[in-house]
T-cell receptor, first 111, second 113 residues
Framework: RKEVEQDPGPFNVPEGATVAFNCTYS??????FFWYRQDCRKEPKLLMS???SGNEDGRFTAQLNRASQYISLLIRDSKLSDSATYLC????????????FGTGTRLKVLA | DGGITQSPKYLFRKEGQNVTLSCEQN?????MYWYRQDPGQGLRLIYY???????QKGDIAEGYSVSREKKESFPLTVTSAQKNPTAFYLC????????????FGEGSRLTVL
């Protein structure tokens, strides 16, 4: 089983739609969680950190479920500019610098 | 503006040649990392360094070497021993001792002909 797993997609959705991605992780001792956005042939950029209580940033909501070992990302009112690959990143153990990346979920928002 | 600078952005080399990718940061971060990304795959850790003059192998260190002589700089050498070096190479940094986010450079795309 992979340490961090994501559905590769692609998710093709119309503009204005709501879309959700999940990411599962294998190590129950994992400490911190992030969603990164990566555009084609570019570097990943932090979209949001994921906190235990869940957090929201505009149209984006991130949730953490420690019991089931997954994190989720919800995008409301999708825009064409949201088209990208979304990477789930988990820091396995505090202070060990071991960040594990999922393979990413591709999102295409269609006009 | 603080950030991470990687160079060159694109690099073409013949098989059997060593190449060195540069990574410089002015974020005053102690920890620096090198990742490799292949199409359809997640980022894989090559090497990381927590402090100057110290570094550790990641998951795919074979065929690569690094140095950390200055806090700001963490160059990666792709040696001729690396069997499949064509890839997108990403340098990153983070605050030491924290579980905070990684900051990335723009990447270096290496093609071996």
């Amino acid at each position: 089983r992979k340490e961090v797993e994501q559905d590769p997609g692609p998710f093709n959705v119309p503009e204005g739609a709501t879309v959700a991605f999940n990411c599962t992780y294998s190590n129950s001792a994992s400490q911190s969680f992030f969603w990164y956005r990566q555009d084609c042939r570019k570097e990943p950029k932090l979209l949001m950190s994921v906190y235990s209580s869940g957090n929201e940033d505009g149209r984006f909501t991130a949730q953490l479920n420690r019991a089931s070992q997954y994190i989720s990302l919800l995008i409301r009112d999708s825009k064409l500019s949201d088209s990208a690959t979304y990477l789930c990143v988990v820091n396995m153990v505090a202070g060990t610098y071991k960040y594990i990346f999922g393979t990413g979920t591709r999102l295409k928002v269609l006009a | 503006d603080g950030g991470i600078t990687q160079s060159p952005k694109y690099l073409f080399r013949k098989e059997g040649q060593n190449v060195t990718l540069s990574c410089e940061q002015n974020l005053n971060h102690d920890a620096m990392y090198w990742y490799r990304q292949d199409p359809g795959q997640g980022l894989r850790l090559i090497y990381y360094s927590q402090i100057v003059n110290d570094f550790q192998k990641g998951d795919i260190a074979e065929g690569y070497s690094v140095s950390r002589e200055k806090k700001e700089s963490f160059p990666l050498t792709v040696t001729s021993a690396q069997k499949n070096p064509t890839a997108f190479y990403l340098c990153a940094s983070s605050l030491s001792g924290s579980t905070g986010e990684l900051f990335f450079g723009e990447g270096s795309r290496l093609t071996v002909l």
